[in-house]
């Protein structure tokens, strides 16, 4: 069973940048696209950015374009560098796995194609 791990999470005044990072530990990512998502107090679920499994591709939600970079590395860890980061921001952000059998090479910021969930990391934007 793949278990997700978010960490990088904490408290960053507006205008900071933090760098989520997620995690498979012992299972390689290497079939999987990776997706991260946030949900904010008293809002629906919202995806963020994904990135493929080659980490060819890549998309962004508007609200995070030019802000966030999404990347992934040979050690199977998927990061989230957020610069620029407003009050708005402030969620809990998770990451999720979708395999490569349903998205292929492509990847895809949408909730309900995921096959796996991590159990998030907080971002708080507050001055």
């Known amino acids: 069973q793949l278990q997700l791990v978010e960490s990088g999470g904490g408290l960053v005044q507006p205008g900071g940048s933090l760098r989520l990072s997620c995690k498979a530990p012992?299972?390689?990512?290497?079939?999987?696209?990776i997706g991260w998502f946030r949900q904010a107090p008293g809002k629906e679920r919202e995806g963020v950015s994904c990135i493929s499994s080659s980490a060819y591709t890549t998309n962004y939600a508007d609200t995070v374009k030019g802000r966030f970079t999404i990347s992934r590395d040979s050690t199977h860890t998927v990061y989230l560098q957020m610069n620029s980061l407003k009050p708005e921001d402030t969620a809990v952000y998770y990451c999720?796995?979708?395999?490569?059998?349903?998205?292929?090479?492509?990847?895809?910021?949408?909730?309900?194609?995921?096959?796996?969930w991590g159990k998030g990391t907080l971002v708080t934007v507050s001055s």
């Open positions: 999720a796995a979708e395999s490569v059998l349903r998205v292929g090479a492509s990847c895809r910021i949408d909730d309900n194609g995921m096959d796996y």
């Open positions: 012992g299972f390689p990512l290497d079939y999987y696209a």
